[in-house]
């Protein structure tokens, strides 16, 4: 199997790791998960996340095919567009968006000309579909739960596992979205941990307790070890009872709101209005 080359990017702003999976200097690559960085105080955006991993992708002479997102996230806006724009690309994501999309038109009361049918990606996932970029492969996992639409994605020996899994001592994935599903996300974290144990294993995010480093790749073998939520010996029910129970008690995070209006559009903002600008919504009382 062959074991691909992996660059990790960090953004302390929202504690998301974005990925650029390679063969080799000169060869194709795809980005997972993109931040463009936002400032809720303001309304600002800025590249300063997506222009490092376009200055690597750009240093290592690299040709970029796919700008994959395993969901739409709600702690970051994507870049995916930018990312676009300057490198190429097809920008995709599970083609169950459409469901999500469906669900926050009418939170948001989008615009009638959104459409909730994907288009606004280049490529929408199937499950067990194969996306090829030079002599790897890119294998799709479905695994809702968190949301109903979240993609792990297996390239090589290693699995970008979105929101699903965290680090063993962080857990598991919030279940309390709009579709979210605790029984749904077992069931596809058993799909996950039904690997060998030598797979590796990288996190969209970290939120390490106090005193340890950042970290961002683990193993199957020792998610099964010692993941505080999902370890051997944890039953479907046990671990229903500890998710809900556990996601009553959490606030929604910081950047839902804009997050969600943005990444249900590929990345791409709201239609302009007459003076030009584009404009977020605050629902009041719907979260």
Known sequence: MLKPEIKSFFDPGTWTFTYVVYEKPNSPCVVIDSVMNYDPKSGRTSTTSADEVIAFIQ??????EWILETHAHADHLSAAPYIQHQLGGKIAIGHRIQEVQKVFKGIFNLEPEFKVDGSQFDY????GMDLLFGNLSIHALFVPGHTPACMAYEIGDAIFTGDTLFMPDVG???CDFPGGSAYT?????????????????FMCHDYPPAGRPIA???TVGEQKKKNIHIHD?????????MRNKRDKTLEMPILILPSI??????????PVESNGKSYLKIPLDVL
């Open 59 to 64: 240093k290592n002479h690299l040709q970029l």
């Open 185 to 201: 996300l077992y069931q596809s974290i058993q799909k996950i941990l039904a690997y060998p144990d030598s797979t590796r294993l």
């Open 172 to 174: 598991t994935a919030r």
């Open 124 to 127: 929408l996932i199937e499950e």
């Open 233 to 241: 010996g944890i039953s479907e029910e046990q671990f229903v009872e």
């Open 216 to 218: 961002n790749e683990t």
């Open 261 to 270: 209006q943005i990444n249900v559009r590929a990345g791409h903002r709201p």
